[in-house]
């Protein structure tokens, strides 16, 4: 995991480890592929719904 991820987390309030867990892999993930839609930047469309739905937690 890049060090500016961990930084991130450090910050963040997640209310538990597992949703701590997937936003550092879509951090990690996103940061590869900068410039592409969350589509292109996912490896398929389970990653890429499995995002939405995370970005869809309040």
Known sequence: MAN???QEMQASDMPDKRLEKRLSM???S???KSEESIPAACQGWSETKSVYR???NP
């Open 4 to 6: 500016w991820v961990t």
């Open 54 to 56: 995370f970005f869809d």
């Open 30 to 32: 996103l940061s590869k």
């Open 26 to 28: 879509i951090l990690a």
